[in-house]
Nanobody, 122 residues
Framework: VQLQASGGGLVQAGGSLRLSCAASGRTFNTYAMGWFRQAPGKEREFVAA????????YRPDSVKGRFTISRDNAKNMVYLQMNSLKPEDTAVYYC????????????????WGQGTQVTVSS
């Protein structure tokens, strides 16, 4: 599976962005997908994840109510809708794919996209 993340940019606090992750590979719809972010000098942090079927999603409290993950298996796409953005959301955002159940640990993901920069100004 190859992943390509896009949609990042510069936005003011309170604004919105929608990140996209395009996946290649015939078995995309069997993979759990996750979004993570990494700020300078910090470890990669879990943001959201979704089961292969799209039936269940997972988010930490820091983004719950603001970020929504979704997927379209017919298009091999995963999305992260980010609303009410805060300066502390500034980071490089990565999408990951895992052949298995959803987990929040980045080390357990099998494939990664190249990352897309999100910068939120105050």
């Amino acid at each position: 599976v190859q992943l390509q993340a896009s949609g990042g940019g510069l936005v003011q606090a309170g604004g919105s962005l929608r990140l996209s992750c395009a996946a290649s590979g015939r078995t995309f719809n069997t993979y759990a997908m996750g979004w993570f972010r990494q700020a300078p000098g910090k470890e990669r942090e879990f943001v959201a994840a979704i089961k292969w079927s799209g039936g269940s999603t997972y988010r930490p409290d820091s983004v719950k109510g603001r970020f929504t993950i979704s997927r379209d298996n017919a298009k091999n796409m995963v999305y992260l809708q980010m609303n009410s953005l805060k300066p502390e959301d500034t980071a490089v955002y990565y999408c990951g794919a895992r052949n298995g159940v959803v987990v929040t640990t980045p080390l357990l993901y099998d494939y990664w996209g190249q990352g897309t920069q999100v910068t939120v100004s105050s």
